[in-house]
């Protein structure tokens, strides 16, 4: 049972351009989200969190959004780059173990 | 400070044997927990050590286990590998306050090939 989902493994998009990345998610009891990103042959990087008391988040060009009505959050990447071309993943954290699970990322390209 | 450091960063075994990964936390962190990477199923947890005790499990066989270390230093093992074994096992660590949002620092993992 997949708790964090993210439903588009693959997003090209046009450098100078907004990207977004979104993600799902089933676990009403999630108390923070993040967004990670990761380049081939090295460990995820931490990009961005959100508390699930908030509904956005910024720092610099990332912003994440959070609808928890919804049990979906997005990240918006204004604008891209090319060094943005990695892969996201989107994390939650349990409240009550402080687990934190991924989901299976989305690989994003920003065409030249 | 210096990062979460794994060895080996590169392993290859064949089926039937076992295999130890260990990482080094960031110094100060007290959590370490393991996630398998394959291309198919993204990050998947492994377990969370705190403290020397194993605080959360995954969805993972009993072939795969760990510990940590009083130094918060963590191995993981896996007894019997499967060809399905093959994948990046990343470590990482996080500090545990009561205001933190458990952000995690990833080493740069471990690649078994299981043959």
């Known amino acids: 049972d997949q708790q964090v989902k993210q439903n588009s493994p693959s997003l090209s998009v046009q450098e100078g351009r907004i990207s977004i990345l979104n993600c799902d998610y089933t676990?009403?009891?999630?108390?923070?989200f993040l967004w990670y990103k990761k380049y081939p042959a090295e460990g995820p990087t931490f990009l961005i969190s959100?508390?699930?008391?908030?509904d956005k988040n910024e720092d610099g060009r990332f912003t994440v959004f959070l609808n928890k009505s919804a049990k979906h959050l997005s990240l918006h990447i204004v604008p891209s780059q090319p060094g943005d071309s990695a892969v996201y993943f989107c994390?939650?954290?349990?409240?009550?173990?402080?687990?934190?699970?991924f989901g299976k990322g989305t690989r994003l390209h920003i065409l030249p | 400070k210096a990062g979460v450091t794994q060895t080996p960063r590169y392993l290859i075994k064949t089926r039937g044997q076992q295999v130890t990964l260990s990482c080094s936390p960031i110094?100060?962190?007290?959590?370490v927990s393991w996630y398998q990477q394959t291309p198919g199923q993204g990050l998947q947890f492994l377990f969370e050590?705190?403290?020397?005790?194993?605080?959360n499990k995954g969805n993972f066989p009993g072939r795969f286990s760990g510990r940590q270390f009083s130094n918060s230093r963590s191995e993981m093992n896996v007894s019997t590998l499967e060809l399905g074994d093959s994948a990046l096992y990343l470590c990482?660590?996080?500090?545990?306050?009561?205001?933190?949002?458990?952000?995690?620092?990833f080493g740069e993992g471990s690649r078994l090939t299981v043959l």
């Open positions: 994390a939650a954290r349990g409240n009550r173990d402080d687990k934190i699970i």
């Open positions: 676990n009403s009891m999630f108390d923070y």
């Open positions: 050590y705190f403290s020397e005790t194993q605080r």
């Open positions: 990482a660590s996080s500090e545990v306050t009561r205001f933190s949002t458990g952000e995690l620092f």
């Open positions: 959100i508390s699930s008391i908030k």
């Open positions: 110094s100060g962190h007290r959590s």
